[in-house]
């Protein structure tokens, strides 16, 4: 593989971990549907513990977790890309908070442990397993000034 080919599928890679969480902050399903495969899992492990199977599952699933919040933002950072030929593992850094309308919420920082695959439509998640590292279980503070779909 050439240095401009690394370099070319590294940034492809990093663009699909910032899609993922742009798709999660901005509630943008259909680009969310972009970012597994077919057979894609999406692992979650404690304190949620969720597992869920196939991107028709992640989609039917991952928009309402997201619905019923004021705001979730994830920012993913510290990312680590490894190259095997049409696979990949990425490792990313992630800080994620929410806050429902009730006022609860959460904090929380960990890691993902990416599989990826090259497919036609480009580079997709074949796993993409998220383990915490600290958790709070309180909204962050702050005054929610933001309408979604409102850029003005």
Not at 37 to 49: Q, R
Not at 68 to 87: C, E, S
Not at 108 to 136: H, P, Q, S
């Amino acid at each position: 593989m050439s240095t401009a080919s690394a370099f070319e599928d590294r940034f492809v890679i990093r663009e699909l971990i910032d899609r993922w969480s742009d798709a999660v902050n901005e509630r943008d399903w259909a680009q969310l549907a972009t970012c597994f495969t077919a057979d894609g899992v999406w692992d979650v492990g404690p304190p949620y513990n969720l597992r869920l199977e196939g991107n028709k599952t992640i989609m039917e699933t991952v928009p309402g977790l997201i619905e019923g919040q004021l705001f979730v933002i994830q920012t993913p950072h510290a990312v680590v890309i490894k190259l095997n030929g049409d696979t990949a593992t990425a490792r990313v850094t992630m800080q994620e908070m929410m806050r429902a309308a009730d006022g609860s919420g959460m904090q929380m920082w960990g890691t993902y442990y990416d599989d990826l695959v090259r497919t036609a439509a480009g580079w997709r998640f074949t796993l993409r397993r998220f383990r915490t590292a600290i958790f709070e279980a309180a909204a962050p503070s702050g005054d929610f000034l933001r309408s979604f779909g409102d850029v003005s």
